[in-house]
C-alpha cells in the first residue's frame, strides 16, 4: 500500500508539471506497470480533487489539471486582473526571444531561458502578443500581429538591431538542437 501511495504522488506530480495533457499509457510505459494498477491510482487521484479548486480532467487516455466549474468565474476574474499588471521581467525575456527567433520551439526557448516556459507563453497568447503554429508534430512560436501593433511596427526588422545577441542565442541553440 505504501509503494501505491509513492505512485500517486509521483502521478499527481507528473500531471502537474505537465504543459499538455499526459496519456495512460505513457503513465504505464514511464512506470512499468500494469494499466489497471494506473487507473486505480488515478480515479483515486481524480476522487480526491473532485471537491477542489483544481481538478484532474480525464478525457478517454489523456489527464490534465484544470480549474473546477466552481471557480471557473474567479479564476477568469483573476487572469483579467493579471492582464491588467505589467508583464513580468521573466515574460520579457520569453517575448524577446520569440521576437528576435521566432518562430521558435516551447524546448528551444527553454534552453535559452533555463526553466520551463510553458506558463509565460500561455500569458503571452492570452495577451496576443505570441501565436503558436503547428507544422508537422512541432508547434512553434511568434509574435502576432497584436505584437507588432502594440509596438508600433511593420514587422521584424523593425525591431532595434540586437544582431550580436541574436547571433549569441542561435550559437547556443544550434549546440542543443537535438534536443528541440
Given at each position: ?10 502521478i ?24 489497471n494498477i494506473?487507473?486505480?491510482?488515478v ?13 484532474i ?5 489523456s ?7 466552481q ?30 527567433l ?8 527553454e ?6 516556459s510553458?506558463?509565460?507563453?500561455r ?9 503558436r503554429?503547428?507544422e508537422?508534430?512541432n ?6 500581429l497584436?505584437?507588432l ?12 538591431n540586437?544582431l ?10 544550434s549546440?542543443y538542437?537535438?534536443?528541440a
Open positions: 500500500m505504501e509503494e501505491i501511495e509513492k505512485i500517486k504522488k509521483q499527481e506530480a507528473i500531471i502537474f508539471i505537465s504543459s499538455s495533457p499526459i496519456t495512460i499509457q505513457d503513465l504505464v510505459k514511464f512506470f512499468n506497470l500494469e494499466e494506473i487507473n486505480e491510482v480515479d483515486k487521484l481524480i476522487e480526491d480533487y473532485s471537491q477542489r479548486g483544481i481538478i480532467l480525464r478525457k478517454d487516455d489527464l490534465q489539471f484544470v480549474t473546477s466549474n471557480v471557473s468565474e474567479t479564476v477568469e476574474r483573476f487572469m483579467k486582473f493579471q492582464l491588467e499588471k505589467d508583464l513580468t521581467p521573466a515574460a520579457l525575456e520569453t517575448l524577446a526571444i520569440v521576437a528576435y521566432g518562430p521558435i520551439t516551447r524546448a528551444q526557448i534552453i535559452l531561458r533555463g526553466v520551463n510553458s506558463y509565460i507563453l500569458e503571452l497568447m492570452i495577451r496576443g502578443y505570441v501565436e503554429k503547428q508537422g508534430h508547434f512553434y512560436y511568434d509574435i502576432s497584436e505584437f501593433k502594440f509596438f508600433g511596427i511593420q514587422n521584424k526588422e523593425e525591431l532595434p540586437f550580436q545577441t541574436k547571433e549569441k542565442l542561435s550559437e547556443i541553440l549546440k538542437s537535438h534536443y
